[in-house]
């Protein structure tokens, strides 16, 4: 039987994948200056020409790859050494999650209240980090792994990594097309 933590850090890695490909289609589309396939909302350009889609110089979606890498990252190291200095970790994961979610909830407002416009992805990359956020509580941090457990679930995120970025990679080319 899996743990409620095993699940906590499968969910937090997936995700921090699925954040990351929102991001690091926004961090191309934003530093190549190519159109943004936005969807329903219709705001993605006047997010992106708002003074809010850099800060100082520095791409916004930049910084969301970087948490959400560090987020996998660190979903990684716990499930390779679940008791290396376990309760820091977990606070550690929470405020990484409390960090996304308040990013999130001020550039939401921003969307709401300032620029009166919505992006699409923007909106999907709230929405995983409140997850995210949220299921870092159920990673109670302090449960150890046998050795054949711990390479199972190593295994299962080299393959889901994998899989992002194959799958990942070539969504973000036929978006680029299809902008």
Known sequence: MISTSILAR??????????LFVSLY???????????????????????SS?????YGIPTPAFGVLFYFVLAMVA?????SPMLYPKLA????????????????????IEAFVL????AWCVASAIISTLIF???????????LDSAR???????????????????????ILLMRAA
């Open 150 to 172: 711990m390479m199972t679930e190593l295994k299962f995120q080299f393959f889901a990594f994998a899989l992002f970025v194959l799958a990942g990679g070539a969504v973000i």
């Open 116 to 119: 009166h416009a919505y992006c």
């Open 10 to 19: 499968r969910s937090i890695f997936f995700l921090s994948l699925a954040g």
């Open 26 to 48: 926004l961090l191309i589309v934003y530093t190549s200056g190519n159109p943004i396939v936005c969807g329903p909302f219709h705001g993605c350009d006047t997010v992106r």
């Open 90 to 109: 977990r606070v550690g994961v929470i405020l990484l999650g409390f960090a996304g979610l308040i990013e999130s909830a001020v550039l939401t407002g």
């Open 134 to 144: 949220f299921v870092c509580w159920f990673d109670k941090g302090w449960d150890a």
């Open 51 to 55: 003074q809010w889609a850099n800060f």
């Open 76 to 80: 990684s190291i716990r499930t390779a």
